[in-house]
């Protein structure tokens, strides 16, 4: 019986991961999340960086998806202030990762 369970079980897990390239559909939670990440990189990379974060994200196809990120910055000059730009994220449908594609310009 428990060779019976053992292919069932494999049997199920090759038909989640056989689903084909065409039903898979990258999800704002995962877009948002990764935004996240890169605001967080690039706030990293520049001093005068004191907090970001994502604005928002929305569909742009099943497999992309846009989404707005900001960085506040703080300078002796200028004060403080925020800038924010368009991320385009699109899911690899082989390796399942989500690369950011296309970078807006910055808007201050």
């Known amino acids: 019986m428990s060779a019976v ?3 069932a079980a494999v049997l199920a ?3 989640v991961l056989a689903v084909p390239a065409g039903a898979l559909e990258l999800e704002i939670d995962r877009a948002s999340d990764r935004s ?3 605001a967080q990189r690039t706030c990293d990379r520049d001093r005068y960086c ?4 994502v604005l928002n994200c929305r569909r742009h196809s099943p ?3 846009l989404c707005r ?3 506040e910055r703080r300078t002796p000059v200028q004060g403080s202030y925020r800038c924010d730009r368009l991320i385009r994220l699109s899911l690899d449908p082989r390796s399942r ?3 950011v594609t296309g970078l807006g310009r910055w808007h201050c």
């Open 5 to 7: 369970r053992a292919l």
């Open 13 to 15: 897990l090759g038909a």
């Open 36 to 38: 996240v990440e890169f």
């Open 50 to 53: 004191v907090r970001q974060g």
């Open 63 to 65: 497999r992309v998806a």
């Open 69 to 71: 990120i900001f960085n």
């Open 97 to 99: 990762r989500v690369p």
